[in-house]
């Protein structure tokens, strides 16, 4: 039993996010802020649910630890939420729309306490997603504001992994 639990132990100290280091890079980071996006789109209420889904995603990782104020903060996420585009995507025999795709692009900038900003792929911060159309118009607004959850959890793990990936050595 002792054995399993030592494998267990050597298994989980293995290949792993790493953004707490000791050091001067992005990896030496032990607290973020997340600031509430901008929006930039037609959409009331998209910033507030892609920065929850930031969030979420930093208490659900734990690494670095979550705070509210971004001046106690070692780095800071701002940024914007830019024009939703939704289009269709196929259509019935009467061309009646069937399925629309929304895509959700971010501007997000990431700087540390010295105000010096880490680099971030800003083509990594656009995800697109299907849903279904329907003639309830309340279906279809509900349909979109789920695609448009999804995608916002989508982008929120490749921001952690952006960070994690910043400095060299940031995957064990």
């Not at 901008?38 to 630890?65: C, D, H, W, Y």
């Not at 289009?87 to 929304?102: G, Q």
């Not at 959700?104 to 010096?116: C, F, N």
């Not at 349909?143 to 910043?166: K, V």
Request: proline letters at 5%.
């Amino acid at each position: 039993m002792l054995r399993i639990a030592a494998v267990g132990l050597l298994l989980g100290a293995g290949c792993s996010y790493d953004l707490v280091r000791h050091g001067s890079g992005p990896g030496a980071a032990r607290t973020i802020a997340v600031v509430t996006l901008k929006n930039g789109s037609s959409q009331p209420g998209v910033e507030m649910m892609v920065t929850a889904a930031i969030r979420r995603e930093f208490l659900r990782r734990g690494v670095p630890r979550l705070v509210s104020d971004p001046a106690r903060a070692d780095l800071v996420v701002r940024g914007v939420v830019l024009p939703i585009e939704t289009l269709p995507r196929s259509f019935s025999s009467v061309v009646l729309a069937l399925e629309y795709e929304v895509r959700l692009k971010l501007d997000l900038v990431v700087q540390r306490k010295d105000g010096a900003e880490l680099p971030l792929d800003f083509g990594s911060f656009t995800e697109s997603e299907i849903y279904l159309a329907s003639s309830d118009v309340e279906v279809g607004r509900k349909n979109r504001d789920e695609a448009l959850r999804r995608i916002s959890g989508i982008l929120a793990g490749r921001l952690l992994d952006a960070l994690a990936l910043a400095e060299p050595g940031g995957q064990g």
